[in-house]
């Protein structure tokens, strides 16, 4: 995969962040990587309470704060939207995969290059 690597750093790390503030009190955060076909796989799971439904349909649009001003945290709700365009630039997707009472799932694909 050839890109650049603060912008995709960038795009794990609001992944991560994202996750991390979905949990409240002890959880997991589980990040599993594998190649498919032409495509590296990246999925970010956290055992929060999921995305709620409100939420869920506009998440990569700009800006989606989810949290409540007051919120620790309290964010710009831009990182979604940004990980979206950065990913669309590498011919790459960001797509939840699952969310529900249990956590959510994120999935990012990634093209595998050809040399």
């Known amino acids: 995969i050839f890109l650049d690597t603060d912008q995709i750093r960038q795009v794990f790390l609001n992944l991560i962040n994202n996750a991390q503030d979905a949990i409240s009190g002890p959880g997991t955060i589980t990040i599993t990587t594998k190649a ?3 495509k ?3 999925e970010v799971q956290d055992t929060g309470p999921g995305i709620p439904p409100d939420i869920e349909e506009r998440l990569f649009e700009k800006p ?3 949290k409540q001003p007051g919120d620790s945290g309290q964010g710009t709700g831009l990182g979604l939207w940004l990980s979206h365009l950065l990913l669309q630039k590498y011919a ?3 797509i939840i995969k699952n969310t529900g009472p249990k956590g959510t799932t994120m999935l990012v ?3 595998v290059s050809r040399v």
């Open 92 to 94: 790459g997707e960001i």
């Open 64 to 66: 989606v704060p989810s």
């Open 36 to 38: 498919k076909e032409d």
């Open 109 to 111: 694909r990634l093209p």
């Open 40 to 42: 590296v796989q990246v």
